[in-house]
């Protein structure tokens, strides 16, 4: 594929400086592209060093003063980026397929240019949207809705009565409406409490690869719109993640706490259940929450405390074999003293 630089501009709604008519065969890193190739220099890092590129052209900030080299001027350089990507790599386009080795219940109902790969299996009244694509292994239980333009990867679980919005993409081995972990105690024993409610995941939510979504006791579990998660997140009963949040890997989050907006829980950590985390929450790798967070807070640690007071936490530890000498010190001096 050959595309120019003044179409790649325009794609990206970009201001070129260079020959419109140079043809650009594909994307690739900074430090291995090639001259008939574009790539991006959206820091100071890479801005610095433009001139050591070999690519044929470079997408920047739009404030980028002039180089030797084509330039594709954008406001953010990493989503058009992207954009240009997805120009040489475009998604393939589902077509009307149901495979003879799938096994579809009774009552299913589809849109145009489906594609049930081999293996599929699907329960009884279901609906899929237009241009859905569901992948080899992929199961679908009772009685699950499922919007237009989602794709699911293999060995996907979905269990009865869940709702995928539109514009969803899930990716291999997810479990969408698992039991919830609930037990209610009884004496040594363990007595397991039904979850009967569902897993409501809205429009344009990317759920990774190994996640486990629990289906709600009562009502839903409710992934929002444009919620973004990594792989191997567990997302138990109950739990509410708020629009545009972020969930990088082996985040956990327990039952019936809730996440606002535009939040982003960094790899590995963890949130007890029953609270409520505000809108613009910062949570740090590993962190362990045990409380509610306001709104706009940054917090580090286990337990979780702000950011600043975690950093300087952070470089007194590292003392503290020397601090606990030099006490044990000053307490045998102390006594000494007392003693006369």
Not at 68 to 73: D, F, N, S, T
Not at 185 to 191: C, S
């Amino acid at each position: 594929m050959r595309i120019s630089l003044k179409e790649i501009a325009d794609a990206v709604d970009g201001r070129l400086n260079g020959d419109p008519d140079m043809r650009i065969e594909g994307v690739s890193p900074f430090e291995s592209a090639g001259p008939d190739q574009i790539t991006m220099a959206g820091t100071p890092k890479f801005l610095k060093r433009i001139s050591d590129t070999q690519a044929g052209a470079v997408i920047v900030p739009m404030k980028c003063e002039a180089a030797e080299k084509p330039l594709v001027r954008v406001k953010n350089p990493q989503v058009a980026f992207a954009r240009v990507v997805e120009l040489f790599h475009p998604r393939p386009v589902p077509e009307d397929f149901i495979s003879p080795r799938a096994h579809i219940g009774d009552h299913f109902s589809a849109g145009e240019k489906v594609t049930v790969s081999h293996g599929v299996v699907i329960g009884d009244r279901v609906s899929v949207g237009d241009r859905v694509r569901l992948h080899p292994g992929v199961v679908i239980g009772d009685g699950v809705i499922i919007g237009s333009d989602v794709e699911i990867y293999p060995n996907v679980t979905i269990r009865d009565k869940c709702c995928i919005g539109s514009r969803v993409i899930i990716h291999a081995g997810a479990v969408i409406g698992s039991d919830g972990f609930g037990f209610a105690p009884d004496g040594e024993r363990y007595h397991k409490i039904p979850h009967t409610g569902i897993v409501r995941i809205d429009d344009d939510v990317e759920i990774g690869a190994l996640n486990a979504i629990d289906r709600a006791t009562f009502g839903e579990t409710r992934i929002q719109k444009g919620v973004k998660t990594d792989n191997l997140v567990h997302i138990a009963h109950n739990v509410t993640i708020g629009e545009n949040t972020v969930l990088v890997a082996q985040v956990g989050i327990s039952g019936s706490t809730t996440i606002g907006r535009h939040a982003i829980l960094a790899g590995q950590a963890g949130v007890s259940g029953h609270l409520n985390i505000g809108n613009n929450v910062t949570i740090g790798p590993q962190a362990g929450v045990a409380k509610s967070i306001p709104d706009d807070s940054i917090m580090s640690g286990s337990p979780e405390m702000p950011h600043s007071r975690w950093l300087r936490v952070q470089t007194v530890v590292p003392r503290l074999p020397e601090m606990k000498k030099q006490i044990a010190e000053l307490e045998r001096r102390l006594k000494a003293l007392e003693d006369k």
